[in-house]
């Protein structure tokens, strides 16, 4: 069957347009950041530190009503993180474990990297007539700064951040706010991500057709209520998809 582009285009940032969570090497990360802050501190404790930080962020970001707030500030939720770890070893000191987080978030920041082919698919796209959102939750300030630093935002015809509008993914209002910028119907629209929730079921129920960059390569759930239009493990899948219709 004919796959025909549809009038515009809705696109997740984080591990879909730049790494994030994929290809991470996070442990490394929080061993490193509590070295850099506790350089007195002998190896196996450093280890055993960033081994505890690992797995509370783990427990942090697994509430979805945490994640939600916590993904606003960013640092802050790090540090939050931070400062419960360190009191287990009856550290009570705020400023270090904010240097700590602003360690742990630069060592995070020196892995995001742009996927291969993303640039030129959605140049492709704007060439071809479609109509661009970029669409990402987050904090104001720090997605602002991806944005710039891969000079991304010349690409889109609109940019949604959850700091900046005040909804956020998978609120069905965040994906009408971009469909009623992009002056198109639902029906018109794709919605290109890697989060199954966000990306694919929240938007297909308004009537987007989703797009899911599954990366791992697990497939679609069994029990999904919602279907993906199309499956790829990257931009240039994609593009060949659409080239060979």
């Not at 419960?84 to 987080?101: F, G, K, T, Y």
């Not at 199954?196 to 390569?217: C, N």
Request: aromatic letters at 8%.
């Amino acid at each position: 069957m004919p796959i025909r582009l549809p009038k515009a285009i809705l696109t997740d940032l984080d591990d879909t347009i730049i790494t994030f969570d994929v290809g991470a090497d996070i442990g490394p990360c929080w061993l490193r950041a509590v070295r850099a802050c506790l350089p007195g501190i002998g190896d196996a404790a450093a280890r055993e530190m960033a081994s505890a930080m690992l797995e509370r962020a783990d427990w942090y970001w697994s509430d979805p009503d945490r994640h939600r707030l916590g993904r606003r500030d960013l640092l802050r939720a790090r540090q939050e993180i931070v400062a419960m770890v360190l009191e287990r070893w009856n550290i009570h000191d705020p400023s270090l474990a904010r240097r700590i987080a602003v360690a742990f978030s630069e060592e995070r920041d020196r892995q995001v990297r742009l996927f291969p082919g993303a640039l030129e698919a959605i140049g492709c796209f704007r060439a071809m007539g479609v109509r661009l959102a970029l669409v990402t939750n987050g904090g104001a300030e720090m997605q602002r700064s991806k944005i710039r630093r891969f000079n991304l935002s010349g690409l889109f015809d609109c940019v949604l951040i959850e700091g900046e509008v005040g909804v956020g993914k998978p609120e069905a209002g965040i994906y009408r706010l971009a469909l009623e910028r992009l002056g198109v119907s639902a029906e018109d629209a794709w919605m290109i991500g890697d989060n199954y929730e966000w990306e694919i079921a929240a938007p297909g129920r308004l009537g987007i057709r989703g797009v899911w960059f599954d990366h791992s390569g697990a497939g679609v759930p069994d029990d999904a209520p919602v279907k993906p239009f199309l499956v790829v493990r990257s931009w240039d899948e994609l593009l060949d998809r659409i080239r060979e219709a």
